[in-house]
Structures are given as C-alpha cells and as structure tokens.
C-alpha cells in the first residue's frame, strides 16, 4: 500500500478487518478510541519533548527514530480510522468541509506567513 494508490476506505477495512479478526470490537468505542487516540499522540510526542527545532534534522537523519515515529503515526492513523468507522463519519468529507470553514476563518491573504 502506498500514499498514492490507497483509498481512505481501503485504509479503514485494512484496519477494521484487523479488528473484527480478534473480536476486538466491544472494545472500540467511541470513549476507548479518542483516548488511545490521545495516548499515541503524546507516544509521538515524546520523541520531540525537549528538543529545538535546530535539532529536527537530527530526527529525520536517525533511522531507529524514524521507525519509531512511523510506528506511532500508524497507531494514531490506525486509531483515527477505526474511531471514523465506528461513528460513521466519512473522514473525506469531514476533511474536506474543515478546509473550507478554515478557508473562511483564516484567509490566506490575512493569514499567510503568520500563525495566529
């Protein structure tokens, strides 16, 4: 599976098929999913607590890093995907319809090359 090929929908049977194959699904609801969600967003956080940005290349240079980084990222992704199911919210759309509220919220020829 690569970026360019792969459906969000192919992404979410990949994972609910997973889930569904250990019976896992009494336990993936909506309260058990945000926070597992949480849990491995902070996981991947962890491996930037502390440091300065002048020090991010480092990161990206070290492979043991890297593969760990890819690990929580797929956590997350994997969580965020089954969270998705569960409640029946179409990631695309959902995505797409907070692109637009931003585009009016922050107007690129207000906003650009700022961050409030």
């Known amino acids: 599976m690569q970026d360019k090929t792969t459906t969000v929908a192919q992404l979410i049977t990949l994972v609910d098929d997973f889930v569904?194959?250990?019976k896992w699904e009494p336990f993936h609801d909506p309260k058990n999913l945000s926070a597992s969600i949480a849990i491995e967003?902070?996981?991947l956080?962890?491996?930037f607590q502390w440091l300065r940005t002048d020090q991010l290349d480092a990161v990206r240079d070290d492979p043991n890093?890297?593969?760990q980084i890819r690990?929580?990222?797929a956590d997350i992704t994997a969580y965020v995907l089954s969270f998705a199911s569960t409640m029946g919210i179409?990631?695309?759309a959902a995505l797409q319809n907070k692109m637009e509220h931003n585009a009016v919220k922050y107007p690129?020829?207000?906003y650009r090359g700022k961050y409030r």
Do not use: G, V
């Open 20 to 22: 569904a194959e250990r």
């Open 41 to 43: 967003a902070a996981e």
């Open 45 to 47: 956080m962890e491996h």
């Open 65 to 67: 890093t890297m593969e």
């Open 71 to 73: 690990q929580e990222l």
């Open 90 to 92: 179409d990631l695309s």
């Open 108 to 110: 690129a020829d207000q």
